[in-house]
Nanobody, 125 residues
Framework: QVQLVESGGGSVQAGGSLSVSCEASGDTYSNSCMGWFRQAPGKEREGVAEIDSDGSTNYADSVKGRFAISKDNAKNTLYLQMNSLKPEDTAMYYC???????????????????WGQGTQVTVSS
């Protein structure tokens, strides 16, 4: 079992930056693919970014060039740096992990087994 706890987030004006973190505990050696998802009220969950065990990354087109996913294996922590934020980035952000390698392409929540509780990111115009 893997436990994921997100932190960070908060409120920022459009054009600003925020960073969210996700600390993993438990059977973290089994984490191969880790990712970030988001869900805004009334909208479906959206895959934002994922990072594989070899460090390769994959981003949704909506955040490409603005967001950066990274991880610190020594700290068992996943990060998402968000720059040039837009009001449409407002959502609950969730960390996810799975023991299999990332599939690439469309970032699908169904590919992930473990989920955090989420942290809110609000961008005002």
């Amino acid at each position: 079992q893997v436990q994921l706890v997100e932190s960070g987030g908060g409120s920022v004006q459009a054009g600003g930056s925020l960073s969210v973190s996700c600390e993993a505990s438990g059977d973290t050696y089994s984490n191969s693919c880790m990712g970030w998802f988001r869900q805004a009220p009334g909208k479906e969950r959206e895959g934002v970014a994922e990072i594989d065990s070899d460090g390769s990354t994959n981003y949704a087109d909506s955040v490409k060039g603005r967001f950066a996913i990274s991880k610190d294996n020594a700290k068992n922590t996943l990060y998402l740096q968000m720059n040039s934020l837009k009001p449409e980035d407002t959502a609950m952000y969730y960390c996810a992990a799975d023991e299999w390698d990332c599939s690439g392409g469309y970032i699908n929540g169904a590919d992930f087994t473990y989920w955090g509780q989420g942290t809110q990111v609000t961008v005002s115009s």
